[in-house]
């Protein structure tokens, strides 16, 4: 029988991954630590945001490479309606450019998804007690040279709305309006309005161009 004051001690968690097998050992992993009270899981970055908002856990485990909206674009979406909201990014990325991204939006840690489970247990404790974690893989000084880039391509997605970052993101991964409509649940028209306003703010007259400019303030992996 579970204690009740035990229960209340437990921190929230939401784990956000887009591969489920990858969920399943995390959960695996926090059922075996007792600290952690998994409250939901998705492997849909939009889907997330959601989820983040029914339940405002107390830490968000959260995966870069996500279908619908990316992490990082998830991440900052938090920061600015969450912000109490601890986010430990967990990624294949070891980019320094991923990692200075992700710091300058808020996320409290950052791990690699080769890291040990036992890392993961440790940066989750640290980020529940309030302090910040770099996986140790991490070259710390390489991310602090990014910084400074980072918080450029932030600025550079301000002048676009949260709806032309999620529609952007989708056109970069190669989907047609049809698809990304029904993903957003709009029309096609909408998809189609979304995309040209797209291309008349950021003086930008082709889809090519689209991409390259998603993958430059990271809203997409080059690996596309």
Known sequence: MINPIEAQNKKRILLVDDHALMRAGIRALLDEIGDFDVIGESGNGIEALELVRKFVPD????????????????????????????????????????????????????????????????????????????????????????????????SEQEILTPRQRQILQQIAEGFGPRDIAESLNVS???????????????????????????????LVSPDL
């Open 59 to 154: 830490l968000l485990l959260l995966d870069i490479s996500l279908p619908g909206l990316n992490g990082l674009e998830v991440l900052r979406q938090i920061g600015q309606q969450y912000p109490d909201v601890r986010v430990l990014m967990l990624s294949m990325h070891a980019g320094s450019e991923y990692v200075a991204r992700a710091l300058s939006f808020g996320a409290s840690g950052y791990l690699l998804k080769d890291s040990a489970f036992d890392e993961l247990a440790a940066a989750l404790h640290a980020i529940a007690c309030g302090r910040d974690y770099l996986c140790a893989a991490i070259d710390t000084e390489t991310v602090q040279r990014f910084i400074h880039s980072a918080q450029q391509g932030q």
């Open 188 to 218: 096609v028209k909408t998809v189609e309005a979304h995309r040209a306003q797209l291309m008349e703010r950021l003086g930008i007259h082709h889809v090519p161009g689209l991409v390259r400019f998603a993958i430059r303030i990271g």
